[in-house]
């Protein structure tokens, strides 16, 4: 055996496949190797559960793994027993008589690692194992649902010190979460009794994800272009009501996407089903409500797509976060119009959540609510760095442009289109807020029809004032109207236009308006370079497609998802070395002795196929 910093990377390599540790996970492993409780502050994707698989490796015992989800436990366990690590859970879905089994091998030590629900810790038959085990550390995952002032506060997380407490020898305690304010964080510190923890908080960038939003236009057509844009690749799209979960999977699946739903008005077999299709990539386009997420460890998922504003930026970052967990490039997009806006001010109005606050916390929370909407309403329409405007809204203090999101990348022109402005809004005002847009835009164009006779609309003063644009432009005039809520749209089938809230300050207090015609950002980010993995050369490109399809074949012949075989970042690492022997492949980013040995030979065979082919 080797110094202990030696054995870590030998472990590290052997049981995970990685040369080196990701930022902040090394600081949480020393801490428990040497028996000191820990903080891990790191955002979703940075590979937070290294931190305490490493040392359960390490350190004579079994490590106890405290998870709320049930989802969450079976993909890790399922992961892990793949790499060679003995694991189990101990969870409602087990049969009374697989719980007992796993109890039992778990009283002989046969476990590295135990995933436990919180509610089960303070059973009797739970705390009779965990007091006569050795018990090497334990973790807390998801740490922040200990918190009320978080999203997903989970009172049975508050047993946890009582837990430790009836423990005869107190283990080392980690505590692990993305989520980053300082109210939370505090709270994880006094609420779980942690002792001294040495605190690891990285960055909260992901230089992987290309952030983009869209304002205006039709959502449903930029959703389909975006999505057959992908064929292959697995993706989340997020909409804000069931309704519009059903809507925009019935149209993916008309046009032919292998989609799938999840929101919480299906039946529990159904979401399970669902979810699953989904892990498998069987259906690798989910759409869904934001019930669907907490837990979901799929690496490979390529993109999230928001159909609706989340109602902040935790939600959307967390959940934006879950595309490109293995490293490789991933699109973050967001639709925005501002009924999205309404949509969340009207949710915060009916809110019963927090129906037994007194009222002055209530409004208190209220206020918080809508400041975080507006701060969320921000991203959607700045025309600055997104990456930027999140990273600040963290906390941190992130260079002004990152030179790799969409407003980075836009190339356009930001016109001043205020004198136009307030001739439209002028003439919606003066034809009494009460035609459509097609009717305004004839007036404006010094056009007749039946209609502007019946109403004398050809005698206003507005008539014609506009005559020498073209319709596509004062569209999109009207599209910037409307976005920048300088005109109101009301419902219905035949909506008309009125006055918005900014429409007085433009009319009469020279307030500014700008349009972007915009040449849309290239589809493909540029920035893997810039995170230091090369961008694949085109030659890799169908090799790795050929890999993805090996690596779906095995997955099926054993029944796991295809991320538990290899990453997509793993099988693109793989096509740009092109590995020939085994220490070749050992080389590979992901690939351990296990792996090496479970599925080494087919996929340096399929390479060499594929070279011999290249050679022809
Ligand atoms: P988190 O729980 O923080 O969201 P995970 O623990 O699920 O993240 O890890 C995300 C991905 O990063 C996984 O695919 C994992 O295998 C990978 N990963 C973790 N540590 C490393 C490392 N040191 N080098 C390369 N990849 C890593
Ligand atoms: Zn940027």
Redesign the pocket.
């Known amino acids: 055996m080797g110094s202990p910093v030696e054995e870590k990377l030998t472990a590290?390599k052997r049981y995970?496949g990685?040369d080196?540790?990701?930022p902040g996970?090394e600081a949480v492993v020393d801490a428990l190797l040497s028996g000191r409780d820990a903080l891990a502050v790191?955002?979703?994707?940075?590979?937070?559960?290294?931190c305490y698989q490493l040392p359960a490796l390490l350190l004579p015992g079994t490590a106890l793994v405290v998870s709320p989800l049930v989802s969450l436990m079976r993909d890790q366990v399922t992961a892990l027993c793949q790499a060679g690590i003995p694991a189990a859970y101990l969870n409602s879905t087990l049969t009374e008589g697989q719980f007992h089994r796993a109890l039992e091998n778990a009283k002989r030590g046969q476990y590295r690692i135990i995933y436990v629900a919180p509610e089960r810790l303070l059973t009797p038959r739970f705390l009779d194992f965990a007091q006569a085990a050795s018990l090497s550390l334990l973790a807390v995952d998801e740490a922040h649902c200990v918190s009320q002032w978080g999203q997903d506060f989970r009172p049975s997380y508050l047993d946890i010190p009582a837990f430790v407490d009836r423990l005869p020898r107190r283990p080392p305690v980690a505590a692990?979460t993305?989520t980053a304010t300082p109210a939370v964080r505090a709270d994880m510190e006094a609420l779980l009794g942690l002792r001294d923890p040495v605190e690891s908080v990285t960055g909260f960038d992901r230089p992987n994800l290309f952030f983009q939003v869209r304002r205006g236009g039709q959502k449903l057509p930029a959703a389909l272009e975006f999505i057959q844009a992908r064929p292959a690749e697995s993706g989340i799209v997020y909409c804000a009501a069931r309704r519009t979960v059903e809507e925009v999977c019935a149209a993916l699946q008309a046009a032919g996407v292998p989609a799938t739903r999840y929101h919480a008005g299906l039946s529990p077999q159904e979401r399970q089903a669902n979810q699953e299709d989904f892990t498998f990539d069987r259906r690798p386009v989910m759409v869904a409500t934001n019930a669907f997420g907490m837990g979901i460890?799929k690496?490979n998922v390529r993109y999230v797509l928001h159909y609706n504003m989340p109602k902040d930026l935790e939600s959307y970052y967390q959940e934006a976060g879950r595309a490109g967990?293995?490293?490789a490039p991933a699109q973050c997009l967001l639709l925005y119009s501002p009924q999205d806006t309404r949509t969340a001010r009207f949710l915060i109005e009916q809110d019963r959540e927090n129906e037994d606050l007194d009222p002055e916390t209530l409004e208190r929370v209220r206020e918080r609510d809508y400041l975080r909407l507006q701060q969320m309403e921000g991203y959607c329409r700045t025309q600055g760095c997104l990456r930027a405007y999140l990273l600040s809204y963290f906390g941190e203090t992130p260079p002004e442009r990152c030179g790799s999101c969409g407003n980075c990348l836009r190339s356009g022109v930001e016109l001043d289109i205020t004198e136009d402005a307030q001739k439209i809004l002028s003439c919606v005002k003066r034809t009494g807020e009460r035609f459509g847009e097609s009717t305004l835009l004839r007036v404006l164009r010094g056009k007749t029809n039946d209609m502007i006779e019946k109403w004398h609309l050809d005698r206003q003063s507005t008539f014609g004032i506009l005559r020498d644009q073209k319709e596509a432009d004062l569209k999109e005039r009207f599209r910037a109207l409307l976005d920048q809520e300088c005109l109101v749209q009301s419902p219905g089938k035949f909506p008309t236009l009125a006055l918005g809230p900014r429409a007085a300050g433009v009319l009469f207090h020279g307030e500014k308006v700008t349009l972007w015609t915009e040449v849309p950002a290239a589809s493909h980010p540029r920035q893997a370079a810039k995170a230091g993995s090369e961008a694949p050369a085109e030659a890799d490109e169908g090799l790795f497609q050929r890999l993805r399809a090996l690596r779906t074949v095995l997955a099926r012949e054993r029944g796991v998802p295809a991320?538990v075989v290899f990453?997509d970042?793993s099988l693109r690492d793989m096509a740009a070395r092109r590995p020939r022997t085994r220490e070749e492949f050992l080389e590979v980013?992901?690939v351990g002795e296990k792996k090496l040995e479970q599925f080494g030979q087919a996929f340096l065979d399929e390479i060499a196929a594929w070279e011999q082919r290249e050679e022809r």
């Open positions: 590290l995970f990685y080196a540790f990701r996970q790191m955002p979703t994707g940075a590979g937070k559960s290294l692990l993305a460890d690496s967990r293995d490293g991320y990453s970042a980013s992901g």
